[in-house]
């Protein structure tokens, strides 16, 4: 299993929204390497810059979208070029105070989360602390 902090823009989509509705979501998957059973960790970006959101992957390399959450998408253009999306599973929501980016910054990120990335061991130890 490979823990991935995979990044949310919320000008193009409302994750809050889609995950108050739906316990599962399909994402767009920009990383082929991702597998079921992995952990991803969504990274929101501005003005929260948090992760906020724990989900596990239920299935991978999905040609489209099966759960139409087309409600919560404000800039389509991305979702609609994506080639392969992957099915989340929400396991648990954080205070947007607890692991901000200045904090995992402290505990080990390096850079700024732009793009899909394995969390590393300094960064799942880090989490490892937030579990329920």
Not at 79 to 99: F, G, H, V
Request: glycine share 4%.
């Amino acid at each position: 299993m490979t823990e991935w902090i995979v990044p949310c823009n919320l000008k193009y989509y409302n994750v809050h929204g889609a995950f108050e509705k739906f316990n599962k979501i399909d994402w767009k998957q920009s990383n082929k390497n991702i597998k079921v059973n992995d952990i991803i960790y969504i990274y929101v970006g501005v003005p929260i810059k948090a992760i906020i959101y724990k989900c596990k992957v239920n299935r991978v390399n999905l040609p489209f979208k099966e759960i139409n959450d087309s409600e919560f998408i404000i800039d389509g253009l991305i979702y609609e070029l994506c080639k392969r999306y992957m099915e989340l599973e929400l396991i648990q929501i954080y205070n947007e105070n607890l692991i901000s980016l200045e904090n995992m910054k402290k505990n080990g990120l390096s850079g700024n989360i732009q793009c899909t990335r394995r969390a590393g061991s300094e960064m799942s130890d880090y989490f490892e602390t937030f579990e329920e």
